[in-house]
């Protein structure tokens, strides 16, 4: 089986809502047909897709991320083709292929005793997948936009990105939680723990974490790495106002931002946006903007994957995939 499923033209022109006068990014944005494209394209940017959410359920989580990358797509052909987006700048590589894992993660009944483990083993299968894809986009020295699934792909993002320089990377992380969680069975919250125990991740940054939903064993934990695991509560900004939102994504560059990060953003950090782990209470969308407008640019981004959301979780379901559409045509405006 491909890791990657590469678009023919028919499967993405036939998402285009054309209209006289205008012309959308789907008519004229490149499309890799295989491999050998990103070797010959001038694209900064990669874009694919990962639609899993196995990780988000072996976490006993809601499933619903599996669904966001064709959300996602079907709004970003749409968007419009104008002076302010440099659709030259962008590459459509495809979708990594996780149709095996999850007719497989179908079959597992939730009464099974090993359910979570048993998803678990699937999602070390898709983090094999998900660092050979990334691996190979980095080499190219391309920055890959990965979009869909749920947070256990940090660590796939991770290990292709440090496995491809050489060297283990940074990380700047937008999320509600950690993700820091215990060495048991892959799930969506233990990613960074792998990748930080596995040699991958070197520094690593969380931005907005929620004090509510992080127990106290995960800030021993975050004590005891200090030197190279720093966080910003939420509350921290948006409440007390201990400090600004520009002096938190500077708080985060200064950590991060000397030497190759990858950029996380978990959609669950965003109020009331339809996510695997939706939150009453957290940062605007506009704000998820500015975060990842302000890191995308700089000349040490690595890679930048948005992950968690859910078309049918939230309270607008088809408002999702256009969400993420700004965030993307944020990363490749001019």
């Known amino acids: 089986m491909k890791t990657i499923h590469f678009f023919s033209e028919s499967e993405y022109k036939k998402r285009i809502n054309k209209r006289e006068g205008e012309t ?23 874009l694919l ?22 959300a996602t797509l079907n709004a970003f052909v749409n ?30 009944s ?3 005793t090993h359910y979570a483990e048993k998803l678990g083993e699937l999602v070390t299968q898709i983090d094999h997948m998900v660092s ?22 940090s660590y796939g993002n991770l290990k292709g990105a440090s496995e491809a320089l050489t060297s283990p990377v940074n990380c700047i992380n937008f999320d509600a939680h950690t993700d820091f969680r215990s060495l048991e069975h892959r799930h969506s919250g233990n990613g960074f723990t792998y990748a ?36 910003i509560l939420f509350e921290g900004i948006s409440i007390s106002e201990e400090n600004t939102f520009s002096e938190a994504l500077q708080q985060a560059e200064t950590f991060c931002c000397n030497k190759k990060f990858g950029l996380e953003l978990d959609l669950d950090a965003i109020e009331n946006f339809g996510s695997s782990a939706m939150t009453p209470s957290g940062f605007t969308l506009t704000e998820a903007r500015k975060f990842l407008s302000y890191f995308s640019k700089h000349p040490n981004c690595t ?32």
């Open 79 to 108: 968007v419009q083709k104008n002076y302010y987006i440099n659709q030259e700048g962008l590459i459509l590589l495809g979708t990594i292929n996780c149709d095996q894992q999850m007719k497989q993660a179908a079959s597992i």
């Open 196 to 231: 930080f125990e596995d040699g991958y991740l070197d520094r690593y940054f969380i931005f907005g974490l929620h004090r509510n939903y992080t127990s106290e064993s995960i800030f021993e934990k975050l004590q005891k790495h200090a030197k190279r695991i720093q966080y």
């Open 24 to 46: 959308k990014l789907g008519e004229v944005i490149e499309v890799a047909s295989g491999w050998d494209a990103l070797n010959t394209s001038e694209a900064k940017y990669v």
């Open 110 to 112: 939730e009464d099974d």
């Open 132 to 153: 050979e894809v990334i691996g190979k986009i980095v080499a190219t020295g391309k920055i890959p936009i990965l979009i869909g699934g749920g947070h256990n792909n």
């Open 303 to 334: 890679y930048i994957h948005i992950c968690e959301g859910a078309p049918s979780a939230g309270i607008f379901p088809n408002q999702v995939g256009k969400a993420i559409s700004y965030l993307i045509s944020d990363i490749v405006c001019k």
């Open 49 to 70: 897709g990962i639609p899993e959410d196995i990780g988000v359920r072996a976490n006993l989580g809601k499933k619903g991320a599996s669904e966001a990358w064709e």
